[in-house]
Structure formats: C-alpha cells, structure tokens
C-alpha cells in the first residue's frame, strides 16, 4: 500500500476546529489522528466525546483514535459510538492486552497496539496476528513539537520482519517528530501510517505540507 498521511488534530486551532477538519477533508490527507491524553498516563489533558463527536460530525475520512489513558477498556464503546473508526491502546496501560485488543473488534472498531519509545516491539510477538496496527511511538507521548527519536527507524525494520511471519498485512504507524526530512527513511523501513502534527497545522499551507508528506518517493533511500 501507499503510505497514509494522518494529521493530529491535537495541533489544530481548537477555535476553527470546523475549519481545520474541512481543510484536512479537502487536502491529500487520508485519516484524522485523535490523541486522547488523560493526564495520568501522560503527563497532559487533550479532550474526549464531546470533541471527537464534534469532528466526526465533519469529517469524511476514518478517524485513527489514539487512546494515552490507563483503563483504556473502560471506554471503548463509548469511542467507538463516538465515531471511531480505529482504537489503538498502549501496550504500557493494559494489563490484559488481548482481551482490550478483543475488545476493540467486537466495538466494530479496527485494533492497534501503541509502543512507548523504550519499550521493544518483540514483546508484541504474542498478539501480532491479533491486531490490525501497531503505532511505534517516535516521541516519548504528551506533547507535541519533540524531535524524532532516530532508534525508531529500528524498531520499523523490527517490527516488518516480525509481521511478514504472521500477519504481513499489519500496518505500521508512526506518531511524533514527522517531517519531510524523515517520512522518505520511514516509508523505506516498512511504515504505512505517517502522523504529523506540528509539521502540518505549524506550515504557512497546511494542504501543501500534507501533499508533500504524501508525494514523498521512499524509492530514493538506501537502508
């Protein structure tokens, strides 16, 4: 597959949200990317149903729910109704991984997985055939605008080759410090889902930023 652009809207103006979710429709963009913050298992507060059902109310593309919350189980239906249309959860905040995963699907919702920077992706190796996506956290989460964490190209490279044994259709996301000077090396290395937030809703022309990140030819890196 092509490679997936999915802005956060964590970055947008929450003024003109409206605004920012009709630009992200009309752009080369292919998914919204929420980031839900509970300010326990991130040191932050981003926003829940009220401002997910607002933007589903807009939006014409899927929109990629990333739950950084402990007791992500206790919600899921209530975001899959909110207009989810995919669930990730981080491996760090579920003590019964399988079954939230199994959870996720029956809500109808695609499932993924979220990896902390320092945590290996071989612990997944248990559940890989289970899950639809794995979001290789390329920042440690809570904050926007951070620098790309360069370990997290190995960790892609990991993460395909495991996947090509059991579930070589599992996409690989990857979230923080995504820029036009990193997507070309990140595509190359087996990820299917680009994130960006800073880099798109902080560009003078957010469309154009998109369509960059987009038209990126992964062709051109040697790894």
């Known amino acids: ?57 807009y939006a014409k593309k899927p929109l990629d729910v990333h739950l950084m919350m402990v007791n992500p189980e206790h919600y899921i239906e209530r975001f899959a109704a909110a207009g989810a249309n995919g669930i990730t959860v981080h491996y760090e905040a579920c003590t019964h991984l399988h079954r939230t995963v199994q959870q996720i699907h029956a809500a109808g919702c695609k499932a993924g997985v979220a990896l902390n920077p320092h945590t290996p992706v071989s612990l997944l190796i248990d559940i890989l055939t289970d899950l639809d996506l794995v979001l290789i956290m390329s920042v440690n989460p809570g904050f926007g605008g951070q620098k790309f964490i360069a370990n997290t ?71």
């Open 153 to 223: 190209l190995h960790k892609v490279k990991e993460l395909r080759a495991m996947a090509q044994a059991v579930n070589p259709n599992l996409v690989i996301e990857v979230d923080g410090g995504v820029s036009v000077d990193n997507t070309a090396s990140l595509v190359a290395a087996g990820v299917n889902v680009l994130v960006a937030g800073s880099a798109v809703f902080a560009a003078e022309s957010p469309s154009d930023m998109i369509a960059a990140l987009k038209n990126i030819d992964p062709g051109m890196v040697i790894i």
């Open 1 to 57: 597959m092509n490679h997936l652009i999915a802005p956060s809207i964590l970055s947008a103006d929450f003024a003109n949200l409206q605004r920012d979710v009709e630009m992200i429709n009309a752009s080369e963009a292919d998914w919204f990317h929420v980031d839900v913050m509970d300010g326990v298992f991130v040191p932050n507060i981003s926003f829940g149903f009220p401002v997910i059902e607002a933007v589903k109310k």
